[in-house]
Structures are given as structure tokens and as C-alpha cells.
């Protein structure tokens, strides 16, 4: 299997921000592990840590990411999704976004330095209403 490793710096706040990342990542894999919207997340699979010649450093261990959704827009007839297409990718981001929210209780705080949040955030809350989606 083919793995990305994500190497955190000796910089300061580098290590722990990596550490702060891993201990969201167990908690969003380990909130509700039945809950569909967990298979559209990409997390942490594994983590080690090497000690170098300034300090140690954490790898977080991920599976590769796929094809962007920019650049997959760029195959489609005319560079735009078809209705089909982008019901099914906004249904799925929804359903991910649900299981964040409403099981994990995690906030992205965006900024340039994104932070995750495990504060609850009422005002995000919402339900997705089960709908068939056609081929």
C-alpha cells in the first residue's frame, strides 16, 4: 500500500500542531466508527516519531489523496460537472461534514493557520434528509 508521510518541523510549534492533528484524527476515527460519513475523511492511518540531530520530529502516515475536484472538473465536457455528478459530491461532503459536526463535535476554525476545534458549535448543526439520488 502506498502511504504519504507528512513530517512536522523542529520549528517552533510545528511538533505540536502535529501532535494536536493526530489527537484529532483518533477522535474523529474513533467518535462513531459505524457512521457512514467517516469513509469520506481522510485521517491519520499510522504515526511514528525519529529523533534528529535538533529534536524529534512526528510522521503522520496517510493515504494518498486523490484526484482534486479542480482538476476533475477540468475532464468534464465543457470544464463543468454534470447536475448527476455534483448531487452525488455535495451529498457525500454533507454527509462527511454531518459526521464532523454532529458526532465528533469538530469545528474547523479556518485562518491561515487552520486550528480544529472540538467546541460545540450550535449554530452548525444541522440534519441531512436521506434522498435517493438516481445514476
Not at 43 to 57: A, C, E
Not at 116 to 132: Q, V, W
Request: aromatic share 12%; hydrophobic share 40%; glycine share 8%.
Amino acid at each position: 500500500m502506498l502511504s504519504i508521510l507528512k513530517v512536522s518541523t523542529h520549528d517552533t510549534g510545528h511538533t505540536e500542531e502535529a501532535f494536536h492533528e493526530l489527537r484529532i484524527s483518533y477522535q474523529i476515527a474513533s467518535a462513531s466508527p459505524g457512521h457512514p460519513g467517516l469513509r469520506y475523511l481522510r485521517l491519520v492511518q499510522d504515526s511514528f516519531k525519529i529523533l534528529g540531530p535538533v529534536g524529534q520530529h512526528l510522521f503522520l502516515v496517510y493515504e494518498p489523496m486523490r484526484q482534486p475536484l479542480w482538476l476533475f472538473q477540468r475532464r468534464m465536457p465543457g470544464g463543468v460537472y454534470s447536475l448527476d455528478i455534483l448531487a452525488y459530491m455535495v451529498k457525500f461532503i454533507l454527509i462527511g461534514l454531518n459526521y464532523l459536526h454532529n458526532m465528533c463535535i469538530v469545528t474547523h476554525t479556518g485562518g491561515p493557520n487552520p486550528r480544529y476545534s472540538t467546541t460545540h458549535c450550535t449554530s452548525f448543526r444541522f440534519k441531512i434528509r436521506e434522498c435517493a439520488l438516481g445514476p
